[in-house]
């Protein structure tokens, strides 16, 4: 398996439009944030995660030619936004785009893309095949089995997904047992962390280590940052030993 963190930034990415902090100022390419998506190759398939409004540009950085599925965790526009640039998948393959998702995240794409399900779109609108998932069954993509991981992003419950040993949770605040129960045993967890300060639908830094603490994977991996965390050369340094801050671009093998 291997995973490619196309982008590790909030909704309004890093640097943010007008702000002259450290953070955004900072030269180190580590510190220039998309918003948070991630790419995920295993048996031959590649199975992305999210799809914000800087998809295009994260799919020619990854140089993604082919891309056999979306998963989405929840409606939001930096997680949904960037549907139409599918249309380059459509086209060179001829074939819809299978996109995996709950109902009611269905139910948004039809409302924010209505041309793509018209009943007539038109020539060269996005192709997208819907697949209906739930938090309490795991699903298929092709061959590859997708466990579904229900957060709390404040009052929105957001789906992250595990296959094999790999764990993909982005946009949560709180966290259920049984969803706890199904995060166990992995060998790399990737959780957000917003900030230092309390968020009412984020985890914050101190929250995101307790609860890696408490889940124990070999590895964890931090994503979907504020630029109020600081720069990636001041905190990483400060992270246990199995804890790493990931970054734009950064590639992992599992």
């Known amino acids: 398996m291997k995973i490619t963190f196309l982008g590790t930034g909030t909704s309004q990415g890093i640097p943010v439009i007008g702000c002259e902090c450290e953070v955004c100022a900072s030269d180190d390419p580590r510190d220039k944030r998309l918003r948070t998506a991630v790419l995920i190759e295993v048996g031959g398939k590649k199975i992305g995660v999210d799809a914000g409004p800087d998809f295009r540009q994260q799919m020619l950085r990854a140089k993604v030619k082919n891309l056999d599925a979306l998963l989405l965790t929840h409606e939001h526009n930096d997680h949904i936004i960037g549907m139409d640039d599918v249309r380059p ?11 995996y998702a709950v109902e009611r995240v269905q139910a ?8 793509i399900f018209a009943k007539n779109p038109y020539p060269g609108a996005p192709r997208l095949a ?3 998932i739930d938090k309490d069954h795991d699903f298929k993509v092709e061959d590859i089995i997708v466990t579904p991981i229900e957060v709390w992003h404040g009052k929105m419950p957001v789906l992250g997904f595990r296959i094999a040993d790999f764990i993909y949770v982005t946009d949560a605040k ?15 967890l990737v959780l957000n ?7 009412h639908s984020h985890l914050n830094l101190p929250e995101a280590l307790a609860l890696i603490e408490q889940l124990q994977p070999e590895r964890a991996y931090l994503t ?3 630029h109020n965390l600081g720069t990636h050369q001041s905190i990483s340094p400060t992270l246990p030993d ?13």
Do not use: C, W
Not at 89 to 99: A, G, Q, T, W
Not at 108 to 115: G, P, V
Not at 193 to 199: P, W
């Open 242 to 254: 199995n804890v790493f801050l990931a970054h734009d671009g950064l590639e992992l093998s599992l």
């Open 193 to 199: 962390a917003l900030h230092f300060k309390t968020h």
């Open 174 to 188: 709180t966290i259920e047992a049984a969803s706890l129960a199904k995060m166990k045993n992995a060998k790399i």
């Open 224 to 226: 979907h940052f504020s």
């Open 89 to 99: 998948f459509n086209f060179r393959y001829k074939k819809d785009m299978p996109v």
């Open 108 to 115: 948004e794409l039809k409302q924010r893309f209505a041309y």
């Open 130 to 132: 819907l697949h209906t």
